[in-house]
């Protein structure tokens, strides 16, 4: 029998970027208090841009009942997140809170790590 020892780890270091989100401020009540999701990237570098794509669900419309968010966001060069604002568009239409989801999507220059989705909740006008 012969012994085979590995010594070190070879290995390349991880240089892709990884994207992840958060909800920063949860809560929406009016044009006054808007909800804030954050995008961030780790890995990679920060010296160029990235644009990351995402979607939105849930029961309020984009563009209706809070301001239209374009489905994507750019993290620019030389930082390591960029908000997307939820910003309601006027009192709720709801008696009750209603949630906007937010998720990430995969995209040329990224990878989507955890946590890749998240909720900000309009409130109701009750």
Known sequence: YATLTIAGNNQPADT????SVVA???RASGSGD??????????????SA???????????QNGVD???????VTIPAGASSADVKVVPTGPSRW???KDVFLMLEQGPGYIVGTPNYTTVTIAGNN
């Open 95 to 97: 008696p009750i809170d």
């Open 50 to 60: 990235v644009t990351v794509r995402y979607s939105l669900g849930g029961t309020p």
């Open 24 to 26: 920063s401020d949860q």
């Open 34 to 47: 808007i909800g804030v999701f954050t995008v961030s990237r780790t890995g990679g570098g920060t010296a």
């Open 16 to 19: 892709r970027t990884w994207v």
């Open 66 to 72: 809070y301001q239209t968010l374009p489905g994507s």
